[in-house]
Antibody, heavy 122, light 108 residues
Framework: EVQLVQSGAEVKQVGESLKISCTDP????????IAWVRQMPGKGLEWMGS????????KDSPSSQGQVTISADKSITTAYLQWSSLKASDTAMYYC???????????????WGQGTLVTVSS | EIVLTQSPGTLSLSPGDRATLSCRAS???????VAWYQQNPGQAPRLLIY???SRATGVPDRFSGSGSGTEFTLTISRLEPEDFAVYYC?????????FGQGTKVEIK
């Protein structure tokens, strides 16, 4: 079964740092792009950016997204989403998802990880 | 940025009814690169349709997608109990990738 496995739920304080992960346990996604998608409580889906596991120096993200860092480790086919200083407004469910075709980010998202719930309290 | 507007926000229907969900783009979506996802409460989104009209593997044929340019539609021919969920359209032709705000299909 094609799947992505995300790290567990996190509860943090405002100002703390955090790094969550998204892993392909089968090591099959080396030449795929991985996207991160945010879903704030009761809200819709927002694309945060994508990274190419084949070369983690290659990324794409919206210009409005500057508070989080997307990275990856090709050797363990794992993508990361990292904050240096969390805000209460970062409270959300974060999903990773694979872009469907190899070497291209211009395709749909499938499969999706199970999601990582990040709760930031003050 | 391509803005996707879904309508209606909520659709109240009964099992067995036909559901028609709309997704309108602020500019033409190249190659009809539009996908539809279903999200049930507490679950991750699930791909239903890609390329505006191609069903993903394992998706029942009561789901169909159509449209081109700026107007796209997801149709569920006969609603089953498990179809009451939130549906999102997404364009993947252009960066930033954008999603519609979602349509909730609820039991009437």
């Amino acid at each position: 079964e094609v799947q992505l496995v995300q790290s567990g739920a996190e509860v943090k304080q405002v100002g703390e740092s955090l790094k969550i992960s998204c892993t392909d346990p089968g090591y099959r996604f080396t030449n795929y792009w991985i996207a991160w998608v945010r879903q704030m409580p009761g809200k819709g889906l927002e694309w945060m950016g994508s990274i190419y596991l084949g070369d983690p120096n290659i990324k794409d993200s919206p210009s409005s997204q500057g508070q989080v860092t997307i990275s990856a480790d090709k050797s363990i086919t794992t993508a990361y989403l990292q904050w240096s200083s969390l805000k209460a407004s970062d409270t959300a469910m974060y999903y990773c998802a694979r872009h469907a075709s190899q070497r291209s980010q211009y395709n749909w998202l499938d499969p999706w990880g199970q999601g990582t719930l990040v709760t930031v309290s003050s | 940025e391509i803005v996707l507007t879904q309508s209606p926000g909520t659709l109240s229907l009964s099992p067995g009814d036909r559901a028609t969900l709309s997704c309108r783009a602020s500019q033409s979506v190249a190659n009809n690169y539009v996908a539809w996802y279903q999200q049930n409460p507490g679950q991750a989104p699930r791909l239903l349709i890609y390329g505006a009209s191609s069903r993903a593997t394992g998706v029942p044929d009561r789901f169909s997608g159509s449209g081109s340019g700026t107007e796209f539609t997801l149709t569920i021919s006969r609603l089953e109990p498990e179809d009451f969920a939130v549906y999102y359209c997404q364009q993947y032709c252009c960066s930033p990738r954008t999603f519609g705000q979602g349509t909730k299909v609820e039991i009437k």
